[in-house]
C-alpha cells in the first residue's frame, strides 16, 4: 500500500483548505489520509510553534469539523495527539507512519502567508528560518 497523507488540523479555515488538498491527494494517490489535531496540554507552557491547548470536548469539536468533510470513500484515520509542539506532533506521525507528505494550511500572516512558509512548516521540515535584519546586523 501506498505510504500515506499526513494533514495538520485543529479547525482554522486554513486547516480545513489543508484537508481539502489531502484528500485531493490521498484519493489521487490511492493512499490512506491521516489527520492529525495537535494540542498542548493546558499545563505546558505556550511557546512559538506550541500546540493550541485544547480540553476533551474541543478536541472532540475539532475532530467531528474534520470528519464531517470526509466521506465514507475516504481511507483515512483521525488521530488527536498531546504535544508540545505542532510540527513535532506532525513530523513524529510522519516518521512513525513512513508518510509520503504533510499537509498543512497557509499561515495565518496575511495574502504573503500563502508563499511564505510558517513556523509550524519550518519546523516540520527542520528548514532554518531566515535571519531578520537585527540577527544579521549581530552575525557581522
Known amino acids: 500500500m501506498p505510504k500515506p497523507v499526513i494533514v495538520g488540523f485543529d479547525g482554522s479555515e486554513h486547516a480545513h483548505d489543508a484537508l481539502a488538498l ?13 489527520v492529525v489535531n495537535a494540542y498542548t496540554p493546558r499545563d505546558l507552557l505556550w511557546a512559538s510553534g506550541t500546540a493550541q491547548p485544547l480540553d476533551e470536548q474541543e478536541r472532540k469539536r475539532v475532530m467531528d469539523a474534520a470528519e464531517a468533510e470526509l466521506s465514507e470513500q475516504d481511507r483515512y484515520e483521525l488521530r ?3 504535544s508540545p509542539s505542532v510540527a513535532g506532533a506532525l513530523h513524529a506521525a510522519a ?15 496575511s495574502t504573503i502567508g500563502r508563499v511564505v512558509l510558517g513556523t509550524v512548516t519550518q519546523e516540520a521540515l527542520d528548514v532554518p528560518r531566515p535571519r531578520g535584519p537585527t540577527q544579521d546586523r549581530d552575525a557581522r
Open 80 to 82: 488527536s495527539v498531546a
Open 95 to 109: 516518521e512513525s507512519e513512513q508518510a509520503q507528505m504533510i499537509v498543512v494550511g497557509s499561515t495565518h500572516r
Open 22 to 34: 489531502g484528500r485531493a491527494l490521498a484519493a489521487m494517490l490511492q493512499t490512506r489520509l491521516i
